[in-house]
C-alpha cells in the first residue's frame, strides 16, 4: 500500500511569489491534515480536511494560505504571495476517519519551502 | 490548553546503553500520546501510542513508553540503543475530542559507536 506522497519535496521561491504544494493522502482514508514546521521549532497543525470539507482551520497562519482538497482525494495547499515566515517543511498526515479518537495520523515526507 | 514539552532538543548516548527520550504533556482532558520519529528524508512513523488501555506500551523497534497520569509524562525507552536509531523523535498528544496533533519540539537522538 502506498503511503502519503507530498510534491514536491523542496521548493525555493522568491517572496511574493506564489507556490503550491500537493498531497496524496493513502487510498480510503477520509481525514486529511497540513502541518507546519518552521527550523528549530515544533510541528505545528494547520488544518484537517474530512474528505472533501474543511473541519477545522484554525491554525491557517493568515488569508494568504488556501488549502482545497479536490473530490476528497488530493489537497493542495497554496501560499500567495509568499513572505519570509513561509518557509518551513509543511506534512501532509491521513487517517481512516472510522470516527476512533486518537487515531493514527500517517506522515508523509514534507515539502521543505525555502523563501528568499 | 494543549502543549507538549520535550526535554532535550539533542540527546546522545553510546551504542548499547539505554535511550531515555522525555515527554511531559498538558491537556484538559484525558489525551490520546504518541511517538513519532522521523529518519532523514522521510516522514514521520509511528512508533507507538496509548489510548488509554495499558499504561506501559510496547512499539516498534524496541522502543516502549509508560504513561504516568500523575506526572503528567509519556517517556520513551529503549534498553540498548543501536546506531540505527538515530533520528528525530517526536511526542504528540491529541485531546479526546479533537484529532489534530499537538507536539513537541522535537529530540535529535545521537548514537556514538
Same mark, same amino acid.
Given at each position: 500500500?502506498?503511503?502519503?506522497?507530498?510534491?514536491?519535496?523542496?521548493?525555493?521561491?522568491?517572496?511574493?511569489?506564489?507556490?503550491?504544494?500537493?498531497?496524496?493522502?493513502?487510498?480510503?482514508?477520509?481525514?486529511?491534515?497540513?502541518?507546519?514546521?518552521?527550523?528549530?521549532?515544533?510541528?505545528?497543525?494547520?488544518?484537517?480536511?474530512?474528505?472533501?470539507?474543511?473541519?477545522?482551520?484554525?491554525?491557517?497562519?493568515?488569508?494568504?494560505?488556501?488549502?482545497?482538497?479536490?473530490?476528497?482525494?488530493?489537497?493542495?495547499?497554496?501560499?500567495?504571495?509568499?513572505?519570509?515566515?513561509?518557509?518551513?517543511?509543511?506534512?501532509?498526515?491521513?487517517?481512516?476517519?472510522?470516527?476512533?479518537?486518537?487515531?493514527?495520523?500517517?506522515?508523509?515526507?514534507?515539502?521543505?519551502?525555502?523563501?528568499? | 490548553?494543549?502543549?507538549?514539552?520535550? !526535554?532535550?532538543?539533542? +540527546?546522545?548516548?553510546?551504542?548499547?546503553? /539505554?535511550? &531515555? %527520550?522525555?515527554?511531559?504533556? $498538558?491537556?484538559?482532558?484525558?489525551?490520546? !500520546?504518541?511517538?513519532? +520519529?522521523?529518519?532523514?528524508?522521510?516522514? /514521520?512513523? &509511528? %512508533?507507538?501510542?496509548?489510548? $488509554?488501555?495499558?499504561?506501559?506500551?510496547?512499539?516498534?523497534?524496541?522502543?516502549?513508553?509508560?504513561?504516568?497520569?500523575?506526572?503528567?509524562?509519556?517517556?520513551?525507552?529503549?534498553?540498548?540503543?543501536?546506531?540505527?536509531?538515530?533520528?528525530?523523535?517526536?511526542?504528540?498528544?491529541?485531546?479526546?475530542?479533537?484529532?489534530?496533533?499537538?507536539?513537541?519540539?522535537?529530540?535529535?537522538?545521537?548514537?556514538?559507536?
Amino acid at each position: 500500500e502506498a503511503g502519503v506522497t507530498q510534491f514536491p519535496s523542496h521548493s525555493v521561491i522568491e517572496k511574493g511569489q506564489t507556490v503550491t504544494l500537493r498531497c496524496d493522502p493513502i487510498s480510503g482514508h477520509d481525514n486529511l491534515y497540513w502541518y507546519r514546521r518552521v527550523m528549530g521549532k515544533e510541528i505545528k497543525f494547520l488544518l484537517h480536511f474530512v474528505k472533501e470539507s474543511k473541519q477545522d482551520e484554525s491554525g491557517m497562519p493568515n488569508n494568504r494560505f488556501l488549502a482545497e482538497r479536490t473530490g476528497g482525494t488530493y489537497s493542495t495547499l497554496k501560499v500567495q504571495p509568499a513572505e519570509l515566515e513561509d518557509s518551513g517543511v509543511y506534512f501532509c498526515a491521513s487517517s481512516q476517519g472510522t470516527g476512533g479518537l486518537g487515531e493514527t495520523q500517517y506522515f508523509g515526507p514534507g515539502t521543505r519551502l525555502l523563501v528568499l | 490548553a494543549q502543549s507538549v514539552t520535550q !526535554l532535550g532538543s539533542h +540527546v546522545s548516548v553510546s551504542e548499547g546503553a /539505554l535511550v &531515555l %527520550l522525555r515527554c511531559n504533556y $498538558s491537556s484538559s482532558v484525558p489525551p490520546y !500520546l504518541f511517538w513519532y +520519529v522521523q529518519y532523514p528524508n522521510q516522514g /514521520l512513523q &509511528l %512508533l507507538l501510542k496509548y489510548t $488509554s488501555a495499558a499504561t506501559l506500551v510496547k512499539g516498534i523497534n524496541g522502543f516502549e513508553a509508560e504513561f504516568k497520569k500523575s506526572e503528567t509524562s509519556f517517556h520513551l525507552t529503549k534498553p540498548s540503543a543501536h546506531m540505527s536509531d538515530a533520528a528525530e523523535y517526536f511526542c504528540a498528544v491529541t485531546p479526546n475530542h479533537f484529532n489534530k496533533f499537538y507536539f513537541g519540539s522535537g529530540t535529535k537522538l545521537n548514537v556514538k559507536p
